[in-house]
């Protein structure tokens, strides 16, 4: 069997908002404690959906120190940058031969971030998800924390373990280099784990605070519409005073969310940053008005996001340690990448 090892990695495109933090960024932290993790900053996946970026590398470092400053420990871990690491994409290349064009002409994220001129997206935004597969199990990582929205990637990512498993079953055999492993009803000798997702949590989606049926999004044009994890209190204040709601009050139970969005997310904040759960919330705040429960939540939030942003700008202010950080973790990170694209050279044969 597979070693539990848990990786994600997370984008340097944009300010990191709430959404980030609450679905992933947050999770990162928890599941240091009792798992050998990986953490990156996906620099090659920001040139996907836009090639040419003002400063690249002060974003990888802003992510990077916000990974640091949320309690990401990288000595007991590795935190480093995808570009830093040549195997993510010698491995895409091979999973680009695994992986079908059918498979990722139904990835609904393409589908939103191609737009309607889809034949003028990039071929590496057609392919990201080959890149995410490889991003993964090129550590042979078995866990990946990650927000809901990444769910149909998680499923692409374990096809193409499975037929990569499939289709070399014989040479993985014969170079000596897998494991015993069980897909479905099958009972195979593979190379690659199946990936699990690690999704859960009181708030996998954070939605944007001016409509409550679009995630928070980096790309949302409205900057009302997400809390920036460098937002100072009276921006966070700010934005949740203006947050969408409807004219009823909280609720006192969960059924009392349906079909109300709005009041749904932001019970699902505070509960998340208050490591609650949305019925506890409700049995605190029900029958409430949000004029009474915005300052509450405006307030919850600043407590928990100024040591954040204070420390990354601390951490930002002079680059060499952050530099370091990612230096050594790229390091390490190519040490044992390198050990499994050897496996890999092995089984297709070059
Ligand atoms: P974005 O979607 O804003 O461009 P990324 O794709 O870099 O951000 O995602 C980084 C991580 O944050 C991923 O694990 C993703 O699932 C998570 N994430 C992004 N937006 C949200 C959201 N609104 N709610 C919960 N998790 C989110
Ligand atoms: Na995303």
Redesign the pocket.
């Known amino acids: 069997t597979f070693k539990p090892l848990v990786f ?1 990695g ?2 340097p ?1 944009g300010n990191l ?1 709430l ?2 933090y ?3 960024i947050r999770k990162f932290v928890a599941l240091q404690e009792n798992n050998d993790c990986i953490y990156c900053v996906v620099d090659l996946h920001a040139i996907t959906a836009q090639l040419v970026h003002d400063d690249l590398r002060g974003q990888i470092r802003s992510i990077a120190a916000a990974f640091i400053a949320s309690g990401i420990d990288p000595k007991k871990h590795i935190v480093f940058n995808q570009s830093a690491v040549p195997q993510h994409a010698e491995l895409a290349w091979i999973f680009n031969c695994v992986a079908r064009i059918g498979w990722m002409n139904r990835m609904t994220q393409f589908k939103d971030k191609a737009g309607k001129d889809r034949e003028n997206a990039s071929l590496g935004l057609l392919a990201y998800p080959s890149l995410m597969a490889a991003d993964i199990l090129v550590y042979r990582a078995t866990h990946v924390p ?5 769910k149909q990637h998680l499923e692409l990512a374990r096809d193409i373990a499975q037929k990569f498993n499939i289709d070399f079953q014989e040479k993985i055999r014969a170079t000596g280099t897998g494991v015993d492993m069980v897909v479905g009803e099958e009972k195979i000798h593979g190379y690659f784990p199946l990936v699990e997702p690690l999704i859960d949590g009181p ?5 944007s605070l001016r409509d409550g049926t679009k ?5 949302d044009p409205s900057d009302l519409s997400r809390i920036n994890l460098m937002d100072d209190a009276d921006d966070i204040a700010r934005k949740i005073r203006k947050a969408k709601t409807d004219p009823e009050g909280l609720p006192g139970e969960i059924e009392g969310l349906k079909d109300r969005p709005e009041a749904d997310n932001l019970v699902g904040i505070y509960a998340a940053l208050a490591d609650r759960t949305k019925a506890d919330v409700l049995a605190e705040f029900g029958g409430q008005q949000f004029s009474v429960f915005k300052p509450a939540l405006a307030d919850l939030a600043v407590h928990v996001l100024s040591p954040i942003s204070g420390e990354m700008r601390r951490l930002l202010d002079d680059t060499s340690h952050i530099d370091a950080i990612l230096r050594d973790g790229g390091e390490r990170a190519r040490a044992r990448a390198g050990k499994v694209m050897a496996d890999v050279f092995d089984i297709v044969g070059f």
Not at 146 to 150: A, F, S
Not at 203 to 207: D, I, S
């Open positions: 994600s997370v984008q495109t908002h959404g980030n609450l679905g992933a990650v927000g809901d929205d990444q708030a996998p989606r954070v939605m995630k928070m999004s980096k790309s």
